[in-house]
T-cell receptor, first 118, second 115 residues
Framework: AQKVTQAQTEISVVEKEDVTLDCVYE???????LFWYKQPPSGELVFLIR??????QNEISGRYSWNFQKSTSSFNFTITASQVVDSAVYFC???????????????FGTGTRLLVSP | DTGVSQDPRHKITKRGQNVTFRCDPI?????LYWYRQTLGQGPEFLTY????????KSRLLSDRFSAERPKGSFSTLEIQRTEQGDSAMYLC?????????????FGQGTRLTVV
């Protein structure tokens, strides 16, 4: 069965520190997608990134970067120079790519709460 | 605002009552999902619609739960004879169907408290 593990329950940093959120996944599928979502206190899940299993290139978007390593089944997320507005719960998720039906069920980890203090 | 909207945002109900939640997806999205999130956990999949057809249902969706998406537009999730264990955040999401897996966009959720 698919599984996503986010071992860090809560991380506290001071503004401007770099922080890495870990994500380890399990799947028997050769084709799959990985996602990161941010959930601020308002409750809405905000999409951050989608990565398919065939693309192992790391990605950078502003202060955000993602490190996908298939060999260790990890998809870690780094925030550089953290800001108070980054405080939220971050979820890593895995989906099957059922292209014939278009159905994707996201399997989420338990999330990592990031607290950035001034 | 053209995002996914859910109504109500909060609902408190007595055990045994029926409740209904509404989700309005992003207008051009033909895929719609319902997830449930309990405190300290990640969202768990409940059900999926492709247009008006309900194509997938989780085992979490007991016979007290029913979801509809008439005409492939908005969706409703009804819980009959609510139990305290139904207390959770119910999240709706939608996505496009361009022939490949795409990201799902979530609403702000409906927080249900059963007392």
């Amino acid at each position: 069965a698919q599984k996503v593990t986010q071992a860090q329950t809560e991380i506290s940093v001071v503004e401007k520190e770099d922080v890495t959120l870990d994500c380890v996944y399990e799947t028997r599928d050769t084709t799959y997608y990985l996602f990161w979502y941010k959930q601020p206190p308002s409750g809405e899940l905000v999409f951050l990134i989608r990565r398919n299993s065939f693309d192992e290139q790391n990605e950078i978007s502003g202060r955000y970067s993602w490190n996908f390593q298939k060999s260790t089944s990890s998809f870690n997320f780094t925030i550089t120079a953290s800001q108070v507005v980054d405080s939220a719960v971050y979820f890593c998720a895995l989906s099957e790519a059922l292209e014939n039906t278009g159905f994707q069920k996201l399997v989420f980890g338990t999330g990592t709460r990031l607290l950035v203090s001034p | 605002d053209t995002g996914v909207s859910q109504d109500p945002r909060h609902k408190i109900t007595k055990r045994g009552q029926n409740v209904t939640f509404r989700c309005d997806p992003i207008s051009e999205h033909n895929r719609l999902y319902w997830y449930r999130q309990t405190l300290g956990q990640g969202p768990e999949f409940l059900t999926y619609f492709q247009n008006e057809a309900q194509l997938e249902k989780s085992r979490l969706l007991s016979d007290r739960f029913s979801a509809e998406r008439p005409k492939g537009s908005f969706s409703t999730l009804e819980i009959q004879r609510t139990e305290q264990g139904d207390s959770a955040m119910y999240l709706c999401a939608s996505s496009l169907d361009p022939g490949r897996v795409t990201e799902a966009f979530f609403g702000q959720g409906t927080r249900l408290t059963v007392v």
